[in-house]
């Protein structure tokens, strides 16, 4: 009987989702009624188009449900570039900075969870939307309550589970809001250090030399550090260049297996 081998040759195709339209900065104020508002950072490769997919910010009052608070369905967001949606006296320090201010007088709290949605995705949470705090969320001395704070070095998508304790995600700028230059740092974009690429290790074909009846299967860990993977699938063919066969990949946990 004559025996074929067959030359499997594979390539990875990956699809990441990174939450990036991101709370970048956030104020509250200690006195009064202003300042409050936040900075929204384009932290992708393209242009925000609010026209096409409306930016929302809702809000949850006291551990309630979140619901729309302010809607922006205009104007664009370049890559890399922020807004700052807040009382009217953050425009002045946003536009010295160089960047788009749309007036909005929040009259958030630092017991009020904030959801950020593009296009309907939710795409970066402030707080914990459902849970009432009593005053604030707190931890290593950064507040929501009565703080200006504004996102960590190397933080590059959102949180879109929530958190307790903003110090995982900020740190203080200041903490006398409606003090002098008490809105500092609004309207300059977080210096960025780009997305990660994906990991791809311990690829395992089997059997190892199949032949032209062999089923074979494909597996291979995938992580990423800084998105969410969302789908990864496994071109193949028999010829260099000619991958015209498409394999879904599936898991429970970080090891993808072809689904057939």
């Known amino acids: ?35 409050k508002g936040i900075e929204i950072w384009n932290n992708t490769s393209g242009t925000l ?111 879109t589970d929530g958190w307790s304790d903003p110090s995982l995600r900020f740190e203080t700028v200041n903490t006398s809001p409606s003090g002098a230059n008490g809105d500092e740092g609004f309207g300059i974009a977080p210096v960025s250090g780009g997305n990660a690429n994906p990991s791809i290790t311990n690829i395992e074909q089997a059997p190892s030399a199949p032949t032209s009846s062999d089923a074979v299967t494909v597996t291979a860990d995938i992580s990423d550090s800084d998105g969410t993977i969302q789908t990864a699938e496994l071109h193949w063919g028999t010829e260099s260049g000619n991958l015209t066969n498409t394999i879904g990949m599936s898991t429970t946990r970080a090891t993808y297996s072809t689904d057939s």
């Open 1 to 35: 009987m004559k025996k074929i081998s067959t030359l499997l040759i594979l390539i990875l195709a990956i699809t990441i989702t990174g939450h990036s339209q991101i709370i970048s900065q956030y104020i509250e104020t200690d006195s009064g009624t202003e300042p």
């Open 49 to 159: 188009d609010f026209s096409t997919n409306n930016l929302v910010i809702e809000k949850g009052t006291n551990g309630g449900t979140p619901s729309a608070d302010f809607t922006l369905d205009a104007g664009t967001l370049n890559a890399g570039d922020v807004i700052v949606i807040g009382t009217s006296d953050l425009q002045a320090t946003t536009e010295g900075n160089g960047s788009v201010f749309y007036d909005k007088p929040f009259t958030f709290n630092g017991d009020d969870a904030l959801v950020v949605k593009y296009g309907g995705t939710t795409t970066d949470v402030l707080g914990e939307p459902g849970i009432d705090p009593g005053s604030e969320w707190a931890g290593n001395g950064v507040s929501t309550k009565n703080q200006n704070i504004s996102l960590l070095s190397g933080i590059n998508t959102g949180d």
